[in-house]
């Protein structure tokens, strides 16, 4: 069964960068029917789309975040990570990873399974 | 960016009886649409893929209906471990889009 694993800093100062990583278990990372994907959800909000990746390295970025955020993929250790540029308050969330399939008729399909969800908060 | 709207935001139901969720999205999204349920300190959960397909292991009083713009989850004989919130989302086009979420809470 595939599971998924966010881990990073709890905690980081405004203007720094959040840094996440997501630990893929009891599949591969390197599969090429599946996008792997960020999402966040603010205390009390919202789930927002953050980007996502496919093993090759290809990305798509919300454009709302698109100007800070980069996501990466290592395929030797199954993990995909996010980097999140010049925080504020404002990216106080918790952010889940999940995997999503390629191949609907708009490229890409539902969110699933999700991680357990980690979060960050920012503030000095 | 592809717009999905949830109403109502709050919907309160009793035990045992039916509850309606709706989602409009903005432009077309064809059958493109999730539904998620999410109870409080848990990862959203998948219900319904392509409008109406049932997740693995979701329970048939759980259906989806719709196309295009309109989107209906109906729980028919809520039972208590369905209160909980619900999101849809579309995967029509990117960037992939949430709605804001009906709370479904105990009347």
């Known amino acids: 069964q595939l599971q998924l694993q966010e881990s990073g800093p709890g905690l980081v100062k405004p203007s720094e960068t959040l840094s996440l990583t997501c630990t893929v278990s009891?599949?591969?990372?390197?599969?090429?029917?599946?996008?792997w994907g960020w999402i966040r959800q603010p205390p009390g909000k919202g789930l927002e789309w953050i980007g996502s990746?496919?093993?090759?390295?290809?990305?798509y970025y919300n454009p709302s975040l698109k100007s800070r955020v980069t996501i990466s993929v290592d395929t030797s250790k199954n993990q995909f990570s996010l980097k999140l540029s010049s925080v504020t308050a404002a990216d106080t969330a918790v952010y889940y990873c999940?995997?999503?399939?390629?191949?609907?008729?708009?490229?890409?399909?539902?969110?699933?399974?999700w991680g357990q969800g980690t979060l960050v908060t920012v503030s000095s | 960016e592809i717009v999905m709207t949830q109403s109502p935001a709050t919907l309160s139901v009793s035990p045992g009886e039916r509850a309606t969720l709706s989602c409009r999205a903005s432009?077309?999204?064809?059958?493109?649409l999730a539904w998620y349920q999410q109870k409080p300190g848990q990862a959203p959960r998948l219900l319904i893929y392509?409008?109406?397909t049932r997740a693995t292991g979701i329970p048939a009083r759980f259906s989806g209906s719709g196309s295009g713009t309109e989107f209906t989850l109906t729980i028919s004989s809520l039972q208590s471990e369905d209160f909980a919130v619900y999101y849809c989302?579309?995967?029509?086009?990117?960037?992939?889009?949430f709605g804001q979420g009906t709370k479904l809470e105990i009347k």
């Open positions: 999940a995997r999503h399939r390629l191949g609907c008729s708009g490229g890409s399909c539902w969110f699933d399974p």
């Open positions: 009891g599949g591969s990372i390197s599969s090429s029917s599946y996008y």
């Open positions: 990746i496919y093993y090759s390295g290809s990305t």
């Open positions: 432009q077309s999204v064809s059958s493109n």
């Open positions: 392509g409008a109406s």
């Open positions: 989302q579309q995967y029509n086009n990117w960037p992939l889009t």
